[in-house]
């Protein structure tokens, strides 16, 4: 039965990052989180995948939208939260927040406020394991802005000249900001499509079907290892709240109350709980079960933010040269 | 003594810190190419192999970037520009990473990489072939910005820079390319943060930097015949700044005059002067004088860069005016060379 318990640990794993979500979004109008926080809510299903086909020693790079590409790759919790509330304890001592996360130990290697920023780093990365002959892979986050940015292509490009092991994730949420794809890019060229042209091998998948997700990254990182060179998957998938901050956003005009709950159809951890459940592999008391686990160590991870000191003022003044 | 000359000094310093540290890699537009960046990484890739040194696309930014990332894996990258003004489409890597990533992410990562730009001037180098924005670098905290403008710095500090764990921004002046020196054999490091002072005198402390460095020499060369005493400073390294060898100075001649090579509104003469003038007014004799390039573009034309570009005799003149120096005929001191836009008969263009 080994299937069902990775199937398990899959649900889990998305759970989990919703539910450290969910509880900023919660807390959030307390103003003890003052920083600019954007939620992965509705796009667990891509990062939890990925956990499941990548080591420890392996690399990652993100985005403004990072704490779930944080946490599945293994970054701690409460340094995370605690980041957020600007404590010593944060992962950042305080000096990044919600949009500058890093955990070393993990090869998690930090998350950008500018869009495309991470990108080439995440290749420099993999420049640096081809030099070093290891076959560690690095895996970059990116959205369907970035794709607009120069340096997106000018990374790729590197990247497949090299034959650098990269995994471009691009999570295609449809907006940038509140700017829809409409406004910004040709309306039947798929970003997928760009890749292509310039030459990596890429891919779809629909980044609300977890098992498809993990098919499609399996085969992506096998293919990598196996014969170097990048890999560009590009993923559906849709933020439930708005572009920053704990809310909905439906009512402001930029996209329609229908398209949200079309969308909210796919909930990629609703959908796979009713799948398990139908299957047989899970049953609700395993959620429960999960949810009970999840929810007491995310109080911890919050108790502990609360209880961490701010850093001295004096802090703000070192640590600009190493 | 040992002449060479700084293209040979900055490749020598490439060359003993490539050996020194197998971690160490060097690219950059033109890098293998038959020209090998004015001469300076000729041989490279013969000595350390096409993984180490190589040619890259024309992608400053994603370059900056890749650079930051290989150097967060151990890696310390030398990366090349043939002119400064092509790095300013890779501002958001250098300005919003390399430069933050030590501080924002509280000290987890360190960014040891050196950003070689080249300066150029006169010859139709025109307006974007030929900007000095050490004052842009310099502006920017976590960035460490070097100007060497001898041989023997050209290589030390070259070497120090490498193995900084700091970003690097080393400006060379395309003029002082074939401009000769001592510089000693081996790995030798300069540390970044001191100054020259390459004449000492009790008069005045002129400050300069880079190419004005030897215009600078000429002026007080010629000072010196009409009785004023200089003492000569060469920054060498912009950011830090050398404060207590300018202060010690300053506190001797009680006169100071700071020459740059970039625009004169917001240019590091204007921070020293200002820095001088909080710091040291009780001990100013004089008002405190500043002679940077006048903030237009640099025009083309040979026609039009004719007394464009600020020189010894600007230097001698502001000089002798705080003197009260008369002389009958004042543009007669040390004119420019004809022709005045080219460093020496050996530059014979196009770039």
């Not at chain 1, 910004?184 to 998948?205: D, F, L, M, N, T």
């Not at chain 1, 559906?236 to 909210?264: M, Q, S, V």
């Not at chain 2, 250098?94 to 430069?99: C, P």
């Amino acid at each position: 039965m080994e299937e069902s318990i990775d199937k398990k640990k899959l649900l889990k794993t998305m759970m989990r990052i919703r539910a450290v979500e969910e509880k900023i979004a919660k807390e959030y109008s307390q103003q003890k989180m003052r920083c600019p926080t954007h939620l992965s809510i509705g796009q667990e299903a891509v990062p939890s995948a990925i956990s499941f086909c990548i080591n420890k020693n392996d690399f990652a790079v993100s985005t403004h939208r990072g704490h779930a590409h944080y946490l599945a790759k293994g970054g701690d919790l409460k340094a995370m939260i605690a980041e957020i509330y600007g404590k010593e304890t944060g992962c950042s001592k305080g000096k990044g927040g919600s949009m500058h996360l890093i955990d070393t130990n993990v090869g998690f290697m930090g998350t950008s406020a500018i869009v495309g920023n991470s990108i080439p780093v995440g290749v420099g990365l993999a420049l640096s394991c081809k030099l070093k002959k290891s076959d560690q892979i690095s895996v970059v986050y990116l959205g369907d802005g970035a794709v607009e940015e120069g340096v997106f292509y000018e990374s790729l490009n590197f990247a497949i000249l090299k034959n650098l092991r990269v995994l471009f994730v691009c999570e295609n949420n449809l907006y940038s900001v509140y700017s829809s794809l409409d406004v910004r890019q040709p309306k039947h060229r798929k970003i997928v499509s760009i890749a292509k042209g310039i030459g990596a091998k890429a891919e779809q998948c629909d980044g609300n079907n977890i098992e498809e997700c993990l098919k499609v990254c399996t085969y992506a990182i096998s293919t990598m290892r196996k014969e170097g060179g990048p890999f560009f998957i590009e993923f559906a998938t849709y933020r439930h709240r708005e572009h920053c901050g704990p809310n909905f956003d439906n009512d402001i005009g930029y996209r329609t109350l229908k398209e949200f709950e079309t969308w909210k159809l796919k909930d990629p951890i609703s959908n796979y709980q009713n799948r398990l459940l139908k299957e047989g592999s899970c049953s609700k008391k395993d959620f429960q079960y999960f949810a009970k686990e999840i929810d007491d160590e995310i109080e911890e991870a919050f108790e502990f933010a609360e209880n961490s000191n701010f850093p001295l003022k004096s802090e703000a003044f070192k640590g600009v040269y190493s | 003594m040992r002449l060479i000359k700084y293209s040979e000094a900055i490749n020598e310093g490439i060359c003993e810190a490539m050996n020194s540290d197998k971690s160490i890699i060097c690219f950059g537009l033109g890098t293998t190419d038959p020209k090998a960046i004015f001469s300076t990484t000729v041989g490279l890739e013969e000595k350390f192999g096409s993984e180490r040194v190589f040619d890259m696309p024309t992608s400053e930014n994603a370059m900056t970037g890749i650079a930051i990332g290989a150097s967060m894996n151990g890696i310390k990258a030398i990366m090349t520009h043939q002119r400064l003004d092509f790095f300013l489409l890779a501002m958001d890597q250098l300005v919003n990473n390399a430069a933050k990533a030590h501080y924002m992410f509280g000290g987890a990562l360190s960014i040891p990489i050196t950003i070689r730009l080249i300066i150029g001037r006169g010859w139709g180098q025109g307006p974007t072939h030929s900007q000095n924005l050490q004052a842009w670098f310099a502006h920017i905290p976590g960035l460490k910005v070097v100007m060497p403008s001898t041989p023997s710095d050209a290589k030390s500090l070259l070497i120090s820079s490498i193995f900084d764990p700091n970003p690097v921004v080393f400006l060379e002046h395309r003029w002082l390319h074939n401009s000769l020196g001592d510089v000693k054999k081996g790995l030798i490091k300069k540390k970044i943060g001191e100054c020259n002072v390459l004449k000492n005198g009790k008069d005045i402390t002129i400050i300069c930097m880079s190419y004005l460095t030897i215009e600078a020499i000429k002026a007080s060369n010629y000072l010196e015949v009409k009785g004023i005493s200089c003492e000569v400073i060469d920054l060498s390294s912009i950011k830090p700044i050398d404060w207590d060898s300018i202060f010690y100075s300053v506190k001797k001649t009680g006169r100071i005059l700071a020459c740059d090579t970039g625009f004169t509104t917001c240019s590091v003469a204007g921070e020293i002067i200002a820095r001088v003038s909080i710091e040291l007014f009780d001990k100013l004799k004089a008002k405190p004088l500043r002679l940077a390039m006048p903030d237009v573009p640099e025009p083309t034309s040979f026609g039009l860069t004719k007394g464009f570009y600020i020189g010894a005799g600007d230097i001698a003149r502001k000089c002798l005016a705080i003197f009260d120096h008369k002389t009958d005929n004042e543009s007669d001191i040390l004119p420019e060379p004809v022709p005045h836009d080219i460093p020496g008969d050996w530059f014979k263009g196009p770039f």
